[in-house]
């Protein structure tokens, strides 16, 4: 098939750091080249991928200070893919909903993958306006609350199954990893490493609109001597950082629609330990690759049961369920449907 992936503009494809949505997309992009299929990328210009690689921007908006509009720019790119649509057989959006009305207007078929949280007010009067366009969700719990739109599928993500593994380590702390903002809750994990007495490595970065709660919750607790806070990190240092955890921690407060921390743990063959908000209890199998908790209270008592679990059948339920071939031999299904559905149906013959 000639497929269309597009990206945001705002990090590049892989990401250099943080960026759960461009990394999948990226992981995508390289198994569905691998596995024989035409795709064309649009992304960013710093972008790197096997597929042709159409520029949409020099360099990714999070790294251009000169970019003070970035949905100028989205528009943009969209309009362009526009008007090269009939050279696709399908054209596969990691955009939100912003492709919907424009892709709506042209006949070569076109899914997008919905990345976010779906939960908030103003989504419900988007998807009843365009109940008709195709949307895969990427857990059960992040459609749930519109159960009116069209989803065609929900497909969980998958990272390569050699990106990242288990590494020779005695585990001797709990691990954060990702970002820290209100709805991950740093400050939660920060607690219950104190509770449990063990120490906590922390990596994860700061993005200036969560820099109030770095300041005021987070930086407070970092004083203490068993909290080490590392940073960003990226792929090339996560094995590492994970296989010496106990467990890696994900005390989220907010609907998490996937959460690629605790596949990349599971990679490793790190338990985790997680709140059961959004996707946690579809991803997480609660007493075989990690426990699903409610509280901190729940946290702490997981954390001293985690050595009751086995590594190598973590390591073995993420190559079962979580590997970037099983994501894009799923896509690919999703695809062929779209594609002969288009293929059926009738079109106006005028003359």
Same mark, same amino acid.
């Given at each position: 098939?000639?497929?269309?992936?597009?990206?945001?503009?705002?990090?590049? !494809?892989?990401?250099?750091? $943080?960026?759960?949505?461009?990394? !999948?997309?990226?992981?995508?992009?390289?198994?569905?080249?691998?596995?024989?299929?035409?795709?064309?990328? /649009?992304?960013?210009?710093?972008?790197?991928?096997?597929?042709?690689?159409?520029?949409?921007?020099?360099?990714?908006?999070?790294?251009?200070?000169?970019?003070?509009?970035?949905?100028?720019?989205?528009?943009?790119?969209?309009?362009?893919?526009?008007?090269?649509?009939?050279?696709?057989?399908?054209?596969? /959006?990691?955009?939100? $909903?912003?492709? /919907?009305?424009?892709?709506?207007?042209?006949?070569?078929?076109?899914?997008?993958?919905?990345?976010?949280?779906?939960?908030?007010?103003?989504?419900?009067?988007?998807?009843?306006?365009?109940?008709?366009?195709?949307?895969?969700?990427?857990s059960k719990s992040q459609l749930r609350p519109l159960p009116g739109a069209n989803w065609v599928a929900t497909i969980p993500h998958g990272l390569p199954v050699n990106l990242l593994r288990p590494r020779p380590a005695r585990p001797s702390y709990l691990a954060f990893l990702g970002r820290v903002s209100p709805e991950k809750r740093l400050d939660n994990a920060i607690r219950i490493a104190r509770r449990c007495g063990i120490p906590i490595k922390i990596a994860a970065k700061i993005d200036r609109a969560d820099f109030d709660y770095f300041s005021e919750v987070v930086r407070p607790l970092l004083d203490a001597p068993?909290?080490?806070?590392?940073?960003?990190?990226?792929?090339?240092?996560?094995?590492?950082?994970?296989?010496?955890?106990?467990?890696?921690? !994900?005390?989220?407060?907010?609907?998490?629609?996937?959460?690629?921390?605790?596949?990349?743990?599971?990679?490793?063959?790190?338990?985790?330990?997680?709140?059961?908000?959004?996707?946690?209890?579809?991803?997480?199998?609660?007493?075989?690759?990690?426990?699903?908790?409610?509280?901190?209270?729940?946290?702490?008592?997981?954390?001293?049961?985690?050595?009751?679990?086995?590594?190598?059948?973590?390591?073995?339920?993420?190559?079962?369920?979580?590997?970037?071939?099983?994501?894009?031999?799923? $896509?690919?299904?999703?695809?062929?449907?779209?594609?002969?559905?288009?293929?059926?149906?009738?079109?106006?013959?005028?003359?």
């Amino acid at each position: 098939m000639r497929i269309a992936q597009i990206a945001p503009l705002t990090e590049a !494809v892989p990401p250099m750091l $943080y960026g759960g949505t461009e990394r !999948v997309i990226s992981w995508l992009t390289e198994d569905l080249v691998a596995l024989g299929h035409d795709v064309t990328l /649009f992304a960013s210009g710093d972008s790197v991928t096997d597929a042709r690689l159409e520029p949409m921007w020099p360099r990714a908006l999070r790294l251009d200070g000169a970019v003070r509009d970035p949905n100028a720019l989205h528009m943009m790119m969209l309009e362009k893919i526009f008007r090269r649509a009939d050279e696709f057989d399908l054209m596969h /959006f990691h955009t939100d $909903y912003y492709a /919907f009305s424009l892709m709506s207007q042209q006949r070569t078929p076109f899914v997008t993958t919905m990345h976010g949280r779906l939960d908030l007010p103003e989504h419900q009067p988007v998807f009843e306006t365009f109940s008709s366009v195709p949307v895969i969700s990427i857990s059960k719990s992040q459609l749930r609350p519109l159960p009116g739109a069209n989803w065609v599928a929900t497909i969980p993500h998958g990272l390569p199954v050699n990106l990242l593994r288990p590494r020779p380590a005695r585990p001797s702390y709990l691990a954060f990893l990702g970002r820290v903002s209100p709805e991950k809750r740093l400050d939660n994990a920060i607690r219950i490493a104190r509770r449990c007495g063990i120490p906590i490595k922390i990596a994860a970065k700061i993005d200036r609109a969560d820099f109030d709660y770095f300041s005021e919750v987070v930086r407070p607790l970092l004083d203490a001597p068993d909290v080490e806070f590392i940073g960003e990190i990226g792929d090339d240092r996560k094995a590492e950082f994970l296989s010496g955890a106990t467990a890696l921690l !994900v005390p989220i407060d907010w609907p998490e629609p996937f959460g690629l921390v605790m596949i990349e743990a599971m990679a490793c063959g790190v338990p985790v330990v997680a709140f059961n908000r959004g996707s946690v209890a579809e991803i997480i199998e609660d007493g075989v690759t990690g426990f699903v908790v409610e509280d901190e209270t729940g946290a702490v008592e997981a954390v001293r049961k985690v050595e009751q679990l086995s590594r190598k059948i973590i390591r073995m339920k993420f190559e079962e369920r979580f590997t970037s071939r099983r994501m894009a031999m799923d $896509y690919i299904s999703v695809y062929r449907k779209l594609v002969e559905s288009a293929r059926e149906r009738p079109r106006l013959v005028v003359g």
